[in-house]
């Protein structure tokens, strides 16, 4: 949820700067500007994320998978935040559709904490293959379907959402608006 909330805050400063509009006249194209808000929140998201997973669980953790989940997480909410992000201008304009997403986007997790709660839709919230997906890298039960089951649907859903803020980000970001 950090990255999301990081990648909205970078697209407000670059509008009040002026840099979105210096970076339109520029030859590279929307996607340079998407993957560099990918790779700040990467690097971000690798350190925290390291840092976190090694003083709290130390190295009995398979942290090549675990990489991979926090990069597919990390780059899905990168997206989210930069689709939603370009139709604010600044935080207090963002902070209530951003609460929004943020509660529908932790709906599994309370689903997780509260199996009562756990209702049908929530396995399509992209969220949820990052609850479930953290909880088995952490505590291993064996799965061998940890990919197919929990990861490919996430990764598809990213796959949409990027299409999806290329899309937006074309549209009304690079566009004088």
């Not at 909330?5 to 340079?32: D, L, Y």
């Not at 998201?45 to 003083?55: E, P, W």
């Not at 998978?65 to 939603?84: D, K, N, Q």
Request: hydrophobic share 60%.
């Amino acid at each position: 949820f950090l990255g999301f909330f990081f990648v909205a805050v970078m697209v407000f400063q670059e509008k009040a700067e002026g840099s979105i509009r210096a970076f339109r006249v520029t030859p590279m194209s929307s996607w340079h500007y998407i993957f560099s808000k990918v790779v700040a929140n990467l690097a971000v998201a690798f350190v925290y994320g390291a840092l976190i997973s090694l003083l709290t669980l130390g190295l009995q953790v398979d942290y090549l998978r675990l990489f991979l989940l926090l990069a597919l997480s990390s780059f899905m909410m990168t997206m989210v935040g930069l689709l939603v992000g370009v139709f604010y201008t600044g935080l207090s304009d963002f902070v209530y559709a951003a609460m929004v997403i943020v509660v529908v986007l932790g709906l599994p997790m309370a689903g997780y904490l509260v199996p009562a709660l756990k209702l049908p839709f929530f396995d399509y919230i992209p969220t949820y293959s990052l609850v479930f997906g953290a909880k088995e890298i952490i505590f291993p039960t064996g799965r061998t379907d940890f990919f197919g089951e929990l990861m490919l649907p996430l990764l598809l859903e990213t796959v949409v959402i990027t299409l999806l803020t290329k899309w937006v980000i074309d549209r009304r970001l690079m566009r004088e608006v």
